[in-house]
């Protein structure tokens, strides 16, 4: 169910957020009873402190939460729904203590503190609901929080229950609801049609129905620029003949994570609006051990004709997202977005929670960072560094997808993808899409990371 804020005015219990700097002036302020009681149960409005102060009848009269200092919110976030999941069960309604920069972001927190992944057993979250303050745009926050959750669960989802073939139903209901076009090449069709890496990529698992290859293609709206959307959609990663060891196969249900965030950021776009002709690309593929596998040596021919030499069949989400850029570029759209948990050297480099994309564009690169910080979606650019470019260049063929040595891998992979793209302005985010400690406002599980901060920059990345 997406989040959503309550209505409820009459049942509201009064919320104040509390600076601690502040604090001593707010207590000064209270009226003598409740001044006695915040003094008697020792409240000094600490990060993450709750404290509800009950009416002369018992009932709650307020409720307060501590704020911290500037320093300590600095070094977390979604300080508000991390109260929320301490406070008791009621409606309430913010009075004061959040400034207008950070309200909108700690309002999302609020509403994502409820989400579960209770697909297979039931999940309790706090039944804590927030009425939204005034000057906030309710409906829109709404719509990014329902994106963000469906976010999660497709990632959340095993791989038995979101193959190929349920990531096409998934996002077919997204296109229904929105009245959005879709289309779907599967199985040997890609050959005749031309996305030979989809194929190798994911033929040998085929032979299940639902299981078989695929390129789903979306679009939406008739008028507008041109953002066209494509997502790493690899249902399961076995890492093919080159296998994984079963310690790194764990989470790979995980590695469809473009595709999920890429559908999220799609629902967001077509739910609120937005005067742009959208376009959705997702290869969805299982990376799997049959006697038809792909294998390290193979020499494939992409769809734009370059070649590609396969020295690690692990390395396949570049290979797919190849054809899938290649199709993108063909219409020249204004800009184009890939989204894929693509190599570990991305979080070796920084971490979990941070996002690197790629750009060679300044100016994008600038609206992108700005619009993270804003909406605390952090995301860090990294660099198309030209010299590396011969790391992926093996000799025998045009490309290599795999280069030798482990250095410079989230480089040289977003340097690989950016060969299938031509004159569109081009964005890579290279996500991990998972929260590996639970947090405030994220469980453990799946993540959407970039979306909201490429749906804040949208209208300054393409003029709308």
């Avoid at 959005?180 to 069709?189: K, Q, W």
């Avoid at 069949?313 to 977005?337: K, N």
């Avoid at 790391?391 to 977003?414: C, K, M, S, V």
């Amino acid at each position: 169910m997406a989040p959503t804020f309550s209505q409820d005015h009459k049942a509201a219990i009064a919320l104040h957020v509390i600076d601690q700097p502040a604090f001593e002036t707010w207590l000064d302020a209270q009226q003598g009873r409740v001044k006695t009681w915040v003094q008697a149960n020792d409240f000094k409005a600490a990060r993450g402190e709750v404290l509800l102060v009950p009416s002369e009848g018992g009932h709650p009269l307020m409720a307060l939460v501590g704020y911290g200092t500037p320093d300590q919110r600095a070094k977390r976030r979604y300080h508000l729904a991390g109260a929320a999941a301490k406070l008791p069960r009621g409606v309430y309604e913010l009075v004061s203590g959040i400034d207008s920069e950070q309200i909108e972001t700690e309002c999302f927190g609020w509403l994502m503190s409820s989400y579960r992944f209770a697909r297979y057993a039931k999940q309790n979250a706090p039944d804590v609901q927030l009425i939204a303050p005034k000057g906030v745009d309710a409906a829109k926050l709404e719509i990014i929080a329902g994106a963000e959750a469906l976010i999660r669960d497709l990632i959340n989802t095993p791989a038995a229950d979101m193959g190929p073939g349920d990531l096409e139903a998934a996002a077919g209901a997204i296109a229904s609801e929105h009245g959005a076009e879709m289309t779907v090449i599967c199985g040997d069709d890609l050959l005749s049609r031309n996305f030979p890496l989809i194929h190798a990529v994911g033929r040998a698992a085929g032979h299940v129905a639902d299981r078989a290859p695929r390129l789903i293609d979306m679009r939406w709206g008739k008028s507008g620029p041109m953002v066209t959307l494509v997502g790493k959609g690899v249902c399961f990663d076995t890492g093919g003949l080159n296998l994984k060891p079963g310690s790194s196969m764990g989470l790979m249900k995980k590695d469809m994570g473009g595709a999920a965030n890429v559908l999220g950021l799609a629902q967001m776009i077509m739910a609120l609006g937005l005067p742009v002709r959208l376009r959705v690309l997702i290869p969805a593929v299982e990376n799997a051990v049959s006697g038809n596998a792909f294998r390290p040596g193979d020499v494939l021919t992409s769809r734009k004709g370059l070649t590609i030499e396969v020295n690690n069949t692990d390395a396949e989400g570049r290979l797919v997202l190849a054809d899938a850029l290649a199709l993108a570029d063909e219409e020249s759209p204004d800009l184009v977005i890939s989204m894929a948990t693509l190599t570990g050297a991305a979080r070796v480099a920084l971490g979990p929670d941070i996002a690197p994309f790629f750009t060679d564009d300044d100016a994008t690169a600038l609206t992108l960072s700005g619009a993270a910080a804003r909406v605390q979606d952090p995301v860090w650019r990294m660099p198309f560094h030209e010299p590396y470019e011969l790391r992926i260049e093996p000799g025998i063929a045009d490309l290599d997808n795999a280069p030798a040595g482990g250095f410079a891998g989230a480089i040289t992979a977003a340097l690989f993808l950016r060969r299938f793209v031509g004159q569109s302005r081009y964005v890579h985010f290279d996500i991990y899409g998972w929260q590996q400690v639970a947090a405030p406002a994220r469980p453990k599980g799946g993540l959407g990371q970039g979306p909201r901060t490429i749906l804040e920059a949208l209208p300054d990345l393409v003029n709308l």
